[in-house]
């Protein structure tokens, strides 16, 4: 059975950072691209950030770029997203997925890619 188990989240003020973690179970973690998605209040799911299965090559949406960084320990089952230069826009609920897709970006920007999905973790920026 996998399984995605996200933590790290919590409250930060504006200009603050928080690192977020995943830990993977129930698959062979280094052949999954993982992905960063996160959902604010009556919005939909966007992407954040994904990392193929080297760790060699990742991808950000335009709005998080340069302030965050996703990577990932294969010998740890864990993918990472560090955030930093937090703003009040970034308050969401920030989920981890994991896909075996292995193509382009552009779909892997999709929810839809994704083959699993941990619960998710609330991050919220105070301004």
């Known amino acids: 059975q996998v399984q995605l188990a996200e933590s790290g989240g919590g409250l930060v003020q504006a200009g603050g950072s928080l690192r977020l973690s995943c830990a993977a179970s129930?698959?062979?973690?280094?052949?999954?691209?993982m992905g960063w998605f996160r959902q604010a209040p009556g919005k939909e799911r966007e992407f954040v950030a994904a990392?193929?299965?080297?760790?060699?090559?990742?991808d950000y949406s335009d709005s998080v770029k340069g302030r965050f960084t996703i990577s990932r320990d294969n010998a740890k089952y864990t993918v990472y997203l560090q955030m930093n230069s937090l703003k009040p826009e970034d308050t969401a609920v920030y989920y981890c997925?994991?896909?075996?897709?292995?193509?382009?970006?552009?779909?892997?920007?999709?929810?839809?890619?994704?083959?699993?999905w941990g619960q998710g973790t609330q991050v919220t920026v105070s301004s």
């Open positions: 997925a994991a896909t075996r897709y292995t193509g382009s970006y552009y779909y892997l920007g999709k929810s839809s890619e994704y083959d699993y």
């Open positions: 129930g698959l062979t973690f280094s052949v999954y691209t």
């Open positions: 990392i193929r299965w080297s760790g060699g090559s990742t």
